[in-house]
């Protein structure tokens, strides 16, 4: 009898994924193309597809990372689910129970740590599963004092928490595991100098209030960032080193500007999908991948082509009111980051008339952090002022 493997993806976005979940159990029947298991990375949750249709015959890996081209399972010919399964590798009881209890990696971990029944939890998450919020809510709610707590030794100084302090324990997520080593890689690696310059977004103020209902009838919202966008890839002409990579031996410079949008995902942490070849699209053009790649973040839908193949990463941290900062290249071995503060209305000199006056304009900060082995100020200071300089002349509508 030909067996059917089931392989992680070769080409999974970083170098390992966590299994989630197993949609099938052993001796049930699938279809090619189905989703049969779903892993996680850092970056984005996929689904692996039945590669033929038959029989689940085995889970080879029920739980824990696995590497790209990693074997997990094999699906046999057949047509009924009373056959024999070959033998399989011991795994937690749990994986195929009931699906309220089909529990991911770090929702296993923290049960197994704190002691708590799975099957008292109840599960909001899909189809009944429990999540890590569920845990967590569970293990606070039992925390809950309902009686005097017995007298117990009293701690050394260096040991007491604050007075009245109270905490809670939340495990890891794969993705704020891997964010934390990005950030400790890339600040371990690379010299990090920032510039900062500020620019009077007047003219794209105007040109968006004139633009913005010809977008929304085609259903696209004109935000600040497709101009931020547009205005990045007409300075990457006159430093071409900010978009590229470093690597031990050579540069790497890109003609293809593929910009990353960090993108918040509350206390989740941060994912950075690609609007590649921004160099050949249109304003609408980057307004509209703009907004199908942010709605696809925030619901949890990117795919791994999604945030794959970043030259240059864009942080606009003003829209959490933050008016200067000097961001962390998050994708090593990218060479720069640009930062974009806070929108505000201030004085500003200007001359009017051969003489000097003082106006009130619409100014943000925009710093720019560079890898230091790559970038010098010369080309740093460059590139912001073309980048400053195509948003205060933009042209009218």
Known sequence: MTLTEILSPIAQEGTTAAIRTWFKQVGEMVREGEPLVELETDKVAMEVAAPAT?????????????????????IEPGEGTTAAAPAERPRPPEVHAEPELRLSPAV????????????SVPGTGKGGRITRDDVVQALEQRAQPTAPPPLAPKPSPMA???????SSIIPHSPMRRRIAEHMAHSVAVAPHVTAVFEADLSAIIAHRAAKKAEFAAQGVNL?????FVSAC?????VAPTVNSRWHEEHL???????????TALGDQGLIVPVIHEAQSLSLLGIAQRLQEVTQRARASKLAPEDVRGGTFTISNHGVSGSLVATPIII????????????????????????SDAMLIRPMCYVSLTIDHRVIDGAQTNAWLTRFVEVLENWPAP
């Open 54 to 74: 038959g029989r689940l015959a085995a889970i080879l890996i029920a739980q824990g990372d696995v590497e790209p081209g990693a074997l997990l399972g094999h």
């Open 108 to 119: 296993r971990k923290l049960v197994s740590e704190s002691g708590i029944d799975p099957a």
């Open 160 to 166: 007491q928490a604050p007075s009245g302090s109270r």
């Open 223 to 227: 935000t600040f960032t497709a101009y």
């Open 233 to 237: 890839v007409e300075a990457m002409k």
């Open 252 to 262: 790497e410079v890109f003609s293809s500007v593929n910009i990353g949008i960090g």
């Open 331 to 354: 994708n090593q071995p990218q060479s720069a980051i640009l930062g974009i503060g806070k929108l505000e209305k201030r004085v500003v000199v200007r001359e009017v008339g051969g």
